[in-house]
Every structure is written in structure tokens, then in C-alpha cells.
């Protein structure tokens, strides 16, 4: 175990002098550096890698911001173990190279138990390897296109299973539309999702009459909405994403589609793009998530009443946030139920079957996938940015990495005996080993 | 032809707007004073942040126009006597002069509003759309933003042959030294066209918002448009801004409506560059006199 985090140097590491960024209330950029001296023997660090700086620092700010108020809440509680969580800030600056440079530091320097961190496939893929190679562990918030499997990754936001399922059967159903105009940025996430919709419309009967994607950051779509009203669409599925958003919505009703006419169902649009486009433009439209800020439980109202005394009242919470919020409470369980912060330990005792009742209702992290538990939702925009909720499922959706439809032979078992012994064998003994599950 | 086309032949001449309304303060300033604003499509989008400071004010477009101008224009002579008049005959430092600004604008509009995306609607009286021909009813915004690039490029058309202010430019334009020997103050004229150009900047942030998204970073997306326009177009006479706007405009939009965004878009690269080889100076090249 000799590239491995060790618990016993980890304890006995340095005492320095740890900065950790606290953002004030009032301005989000507004910040001070807080230095905690901790005695490294009653505290569990913990890294935070989000970009704080750069272009998706919008977001990923949001996710950081999340994590530390239940790192707080956490640590007024008492701590785990009775011990305190320090978190350990890191800005990659919205760099994917420098997202794994940052996570080589936490796991080698700093030593922390576990990283919260993440937004874009891509940043996350640029640091698996490292966790991989380090035995590290990361937790993953984000909703993201699935088919992946890492032994030191546990990803708590929704795969597309979970907001695809339940989303298309009731568009084709409960609103009655059959006819998809899907539109998309030109990444792989829209891709992938809108490989699910088709294989979804093919099992329920509805027909997809057109399919289009624009240039990342693309700002401009009347062409493509002279190519939806030719289609005979009688619905728009959408997997735009980031400035693109609200152009899009914008633009739609100045070419007179109204929401009631042509109702645009997506998986990705938040509060807070409802809100920059204005009441006019969304009111109407459907957005499946797992987490809304308006959902009904005492959780959430709890959840949305401390984020904004934290960091200010004009703050809106969403999907994403709320999975940051709840995996750092998963997190310190499971430290707690094996009474260590042994990577290995978590990754296989700890984590798995780890429930927590989070502000969209109790969730778990499934025992086999490391992926997590989650309820589905359908929102219709209100003119406040907000939405009312219209559907609720019965009950958590299973997360499914590899959906049956569309892969019949793939999944992925990290119960499974054989995958387990090979996994748990020490780096240095299998130079070829990787932590990604090979199927 | 069919609706459909009609359609989107008027689509394009709406895209070609946008274009020569957010290149046409990028154009001056480069056909007059040399400079490359790297900030240019910063500037648009503080004249996108008045507009919806404007708005939340209660005002609508019609009074974020003006107001934008000057904002930016005054923006535009704060950076020209701060930093660039120390720096005219360095091109490579203006660039990285330039470009800096436009990072400071960045950082300081989220600042000051935050990382948000910020909401801006279209006036109410342009609500809705013009259905005479073809497949969709054209909306009144996009009318009012053809009339709008009409009226800038008819605007400074007059102001560059038509006062003495534009006979100077002209005269300092075709030959600074000598200009400067005649008495021209080549220094003020400069300053005045970087304003100049800076607010019409501002104008097409302003005209822009209700259309498309506002936040800290849309700049650099209009930005690279104004750069092809430019490219394209040259900037040797005012006609390049109009004349490289249609054909990015309408080459663009058509090709995506023939195939898709994606390659409408590549197609539209390719033949920039293959433009360039044959028109190494832009279509309405130009030579200064020595």
C-alpha cells in the first residue's frame, strides 16, 4: 500500500497552516481567507475542488458554496467521529488540467480523507486517473450522461435513466404531444441523452421528427426554429445548455410559439436560466429534475432558509447544489459507520447502501453502482423563474449507468466477487490495474 | 419559391443585422485609428448590462440606446486616455492592451452584479410579428434591429463624408503624418473615433439583450463575428461592415438550413479563409497612401 493514502501519516502529517476560503454574505466575490489552525488529530479534512474562477465558476461556486454550509452544519453538530471536517479549498480556475493537478495536491499534500469536487464531464474525467492511481475518493455531484463506472468515484447527481423514464412516457401521455423536435449543444452529453429519448419514443410510440444541434455558446436560432415549425413538431425537446438556454426560450416565443403550442420539455434548464429570460419566455415549459427549490419537504425548506441567510436572500438553490449539499452529509456517515477514513474502507463498507434524508426526500447510494438513489420530478415554469412541481414519482428511481434498451448486456457490480478481489489488490502488485471496471 | 425559404432568406437578413450592428463600432475604430479592440465584444456587454439596468429601472430599449452610448463611449475614452494613446504606433501592445481590458471588464461586471445571468426583455410595442409571407411570422424585434444596423452604418456614413469632423477622419486616414502637418490634430481625432466606435459598441449591447443572453462572458462570442465581418468585409470603405455581414448572414443561416448549425458554421469558416487568400485584405481592401 505504499502509493496509497495512509490513515497513520495522515494523522500524524504536518500541523500547517491551512487556508480555506469563506465567501461572504453579502457579495458572492467577495471573499476572505479564513486560516484554520487545526490540530490534524481532531479534525478530517476534506477537499473541495470546485472552480471558483473562470467560466463555469457560476456554477461551480454554488456547489462549494453547498458543500461547506453542510460542512458547517456538520461540525455544529458535533462532528463525526468527534472529530471536526476541515475542508481543504482548491480552484482548479475552470481548467481541466489544473482540476488534476489540484486533486493530485489534496490526495499527496493535504491528505484528505475525501473530495467533494467536480462540475463538467470533462473535469471529471481528467481526474479520475489520478484517484485511480492514489486510491483516492471522489464524490460527484453532478447530473451527467452516465456509462461509467470507477471504483474511487461515487456520483451522486442523476444519470438520465432518472429524469428520462418517467419524463418522455408523460410528455407522450399527460401532455399528449408524440411528435419530438429534439434540439441540442454539440457535446456529448445532449447526444447521449437524446440516444435515451429515441430509444424511449421507440418503446412508447412517439416519433421523432427532427433532431438538431447548435455550436456550444451558440446565441442564435431562428434557422433552426424555421426548421421546427416545417417538422410538424407538436413539442421541442431541449438539451441546450449555458448561454444558450435563454436565447433559445427568447427567441421561441419572438417567432410566435407560444408555451402552450410548442411546450419545450429539457432535462437541464434550472431556476436560475428561467429567471434571466424573463417571465414571458418561461412560463409554460417543462423541466425534469430531480430537485426543484420549490419541493415540499421540511428538509428542503430548512435547506433553502440556511442557504440564504449564508449567503445572501436573492440566492437560488437547484438541482445540482442540493446533490453537493447532500453528498457531504453521505460522506460524513459513512467516515462515521466505519470509523475511518481509509479510502478502501468507504469505497466498499462505507458509501454503499448509505441513505440520508436529503431536501428532494431520502435518497441512497446504490449498494452495487455507486451511483445514487433519486427521485424524479416534472416542474412547469411559473412567471416567478420558479416552477410547480406536476408529477412526483412513488418512489427513489433506480440509477441505471447502462440502460437496459438501450445496452442489454452492460452494468456495473462492484459486489460482484471476481471484479472485488482484483480491485482490492494493491497497486503495486497489478501494474496494469485500473480502478475503471473493464465490461 | 417556397415559404419556407422566403422565411429564411429574411432570417439571414436579421442575422446579417446582428453582425454589422455588433461590427460596425469594432470597424471604425480599426479602419481609423489602427487599433484591434480585443475588448470589443466586452463593450457590448456593458452596453447589454445598462440596457438591463435600464430595465430594472423601468425603462425599456428605446431609452437604454442612447444611455448605452454614452456609458460606453465614456468607457471608450477612458481607456483611449488611459492606455492607448500611449501605445498607437505599438500594434502587438495594443492587442494585449486591449485584450486585458476586456478581461478587467469581465471580472469587474461580476463584481459589481454578480455571476448570474441577467434579464432583459424587448419593449412591449415590438411584441409579436409581422405574418405577410412565408412560414413564420417575422417578429417586429428583428425588424426594429435591420432598421437599427440600417440607420448606424447610414449614420456614419454621413458623419464620415458628410461633416468636416468626417473630412478629417478621412484626411487622416488616407495620410496621418500629413494631416498632422496641416494642422489636424490627429490625436483628438483618433480619441474621437475610439469614443465614437466604443458607443456604438454600447448600442449593439443595448439592441442585443432582449434577444439573446446576458451575462459576464457573451461578449466573446460577438466578438469573434465582428472579427470575421471585419476579416470579410475590409475595412478599407464603410461598405465591408454591410457588405461582409450579408454575406456571413445569409451564407451562414442558409447553409444551416440546408444541413445543420454545426456545419453551417464550418462552411462559413472555410470560406472566410478562402476569401482571405483571394481578397488578402477583405473585399473592400484598402492601401494607405505613403
Redesign the interface.
Known amino acids: 500500500m505504499t502509493k496509497l493514502i495512509k490513515r497513520r501519516s495522515f494523522l500524524k502529517g504536518s500541523t500547517a497552516a491551512m487556508g480555506a476560503l469563506v465567501f461572504g454574505t453579502t457579495?458572492?466575490?467577495?471573499f476572505q481567507r479564513n486560516i484554520a489552525k487545526a490540530q490534524e488529530t481532531d479534525s478530517i479534512k476534506i477537499g473541495i475542488l470546485h472552480s471558483l474562477s473562470g467560466?463555469i465558476?457560476?456554477i461551480e461556486?454554488s456547489l462549494h458554496n453547498a458543500e461547506l454550509l453542510a460542512i458547517e452544519e456538520i461540525n455544529a453538530k458535533g462532528g463525526v467521529m468527534g472529530k471536526k471536517l476541515v475542508p481543504v479549498v482548491e480552484d482548479p480556475q475552470s481548467l481541466v488540467q489544473v482540476f488534476a493537478e489540484k486533486a493530485k495536491k489534496l490526495l499527496l499534500d493535504d491528505k484528505v480523507a475525501a473530495v467533494l469536487g467536480c462540475y463538467t464531464s470533462a473535469s471529471r474525467q481528467s481526474v479520475l486517473p489520478v484517484f485511480e492511481e492514489y486510491n483516492g475518493l471522489l464524490l460527484y455531484p453532478t447530473l451527467y450522461e452516465a456509462q461509467e463506472c470507477s471504483k474511487n468515484c461515487f456520483y451522486t447527481g442523476a444519470v438520465p435513466n432518472q429524469q428520462l423514464d418517467d419524463f418522455v412516457p408523460w410528455i407522450l401521455t399527460t401532455l399528449g404531444r408524440k411528435k419530438f423536435y429534439m434540439i441540442g449543444s454539440?457535446y456529448i452529453y445532449p447526444k447521449e441523452t437524446n440516444r435515451e429519448v429515441k430509444a424511449l419514443l421507440q418503446k412508447h410510440g412517439g416519433e421523432n421528427v427532427g433532431e438538431?444541434?447548435?455550436?456550444l455558446?451558440?446565441?442564435?436560432f431562428?434557422?433552426?426554429?424555421?426548421?421546427i415549425?416545417?417538422s410538424g413538431a407538436d413539442v421541442v425537446f431541449s438539451d441546450l445548455v449555458g448561454?444558450?438556454?435563454?436565447?433559445f426560450y427568447?427567441?421561441m416565443r419572438?417567432?410566435?410559439f407560444t408555451a402552450a403550442d410548442m411546450p419545450i420539455c429539457t432535462p437541464i434548464t434550472t431556476e436560475?436560466?428561467t429567471?434571466?429570460?424573463?417571465p414571458?419566455n418561461a412560463a409554460g415549459h417543462y423541466t425534469s429534475f430531480n430537485y426543484f427549490q420549490t419541493v415540499d419537504t421540511p428538509e428542503n425548506k430548512s435547506f433553502v432558509e440556511r442557504y440564504k441567510a449564508k449567503y445572501g436572500a436573492n440566492q437560488v438553490t437547484n438541482a445540482v447544489m442540493e446533490a453537493a449539499y447532500f453528498q457531504t452529509y453521505l460522506l460524513a456517515q459513512a467516515i462515521e459507520k466505519v470509523k475511518s477514513t481509509e479510502a478502501d474502507a468507504l469505497i466498499f463498507d462505507g458509501l454503499p447502501g448509505q441513505e440520508f434524508k436529503a431536501p428532494q426526500g431520502p435518497v441512497k447510494i446504490d449498494e452495487k453502482n455507486h451511483h445514487t438513489w433519486l427521485w424524479a420530478r416534472i416542474g412547469k415554469a411559473r412567471e416567478d423563474g420558479q416552477f410547480d412541481i406536476v408529477w412526483t414519482s412513488q418512489d427513489r428511481i433506480r440509477p441505471d449507468p447502462w440502460v437496459d434498451y438501450l445496452y442489454p448486456n452492460k452494468d456495473c457490480d462492484f459486489t460482484n466477487s471476481s471484479v472485488l478481489e482484483r480491485l482490492k489488490k494493491p497497486w503495486s502488485e497489478e501494474k496494469n490495474r485500473s480502478g475503471t471496471m473493464d465490461l | 419559391m417556397s415559404q419556407a425559404l422566403i422565411s429564411q432568406i429574411m432570417i439571414g437578413f436579421s442575422v446579417a443585422a446582428i453582425l454589422a450592428i455588433a461590427a460596425i463600432g469594432l470597424a471604425i475604430i480599426f479602419g481609423v485609428a489602427g487599433v484591434i479592440n480585443m475588448a470589443h465584444g466586452q463593450f457590448i456587454m456593458v452596453g447589454a448590462y445598462t440596457a438591463a439596468v435600464v430595465g430594472q429601472l423601468g425603462g425599456n430599449t428605446f431609452i437604454a440606446i442612447p444611455i448605452a452610448f454614452i456609458v460606453v463611449a465614456l468607457l471608450g475614452l477612458v481607456v483611449e486616455r488611459g492606455i492607448i494613446q500611449w501605445i498607437y504606433d505599438r500594434p502587438l501592445e495594443t492587442l494585449l492592451a486591449t485584450w486585458g481590458v476586456g478581461i478587467i471588464l469581465e471580472v469587474l461586471m461580476k463584481v459589481i452584479f454578480g455571476p448570474e445571468l441577467l434579464y432583459v426583455g424587448a419593449p412591449k410595442v415590438l411584441d409579436g410579428g409581422l405574418r405577410l409571407i412565408g412560414r413564420l411570422p417575422f417578429p417586429y424585434y428583428r425588424l426594429f434591429l435591420i432598421a437599427v444596423a440600417i440607420v448606424m452604418v447610414a449614420l456614419t456614413f454621413w458623419i464620415i463624408f458628410r461633416t468636416d469632423f468626417g473630412l478629417k477622419v478621412r484626411a487622416v486616414r488616407r495620410n496621418r503624418a500629413m494631416s498632422g502637418c496641416l494642422g489636424i490634430d490627429t490625436a483628438k481625432i483618433d480619441m474621437l473615433i475610439f469614443m465614437y466606435g466604443s458607443g456604438l459598441a454600447g448600442v449593439a449591447g443595448a439592441v442585443l439583450a432582449p434577444i439573446k443572453s446576458v451575462s459576464t462572458t457573451m461578449g466573446f462570442s460577438y466578438a469573434v463575428g465582428s472579427y470575421m465581418v471585419i476579416v470579410l468585409g475590409g475595412v478599407g470603405n464603410l461598405l465591408g461592415v454591410p457588405t461582409g455581414a450579408f454575406l456571413i448572414g445569409e451564407g451562414e443561416t442558409l447553409l444551416a438550413f440546408k444541413y445543420n448549425s454545426v456545419i453551417g458554421q464550418l462552411l462559413v469558416f472555410v470560406a472566410i479563409v478562402i476569401a482571405i487568400r483571394v481578397f488578402p485584405r477583405g473585399i473592400f481592401g484598402y492601401h494607405e497612401r505613403r
Open positions: 457579495a458572492p466575490y467577495y467560466t465558476a457560476i461556486t454539440n438538431e444541434y447548435a455550436p455558446g451558440h446565441t442564435e431562428s434557422t433552426i426554429i424555421n426548421n415549425a416545417g448561454d444558450s438556454i435563454v436565447a427568447k427567441q419572438q417567432f410566435g436560475q436560466e429567471a434571466a429570460m424573463g414571458e
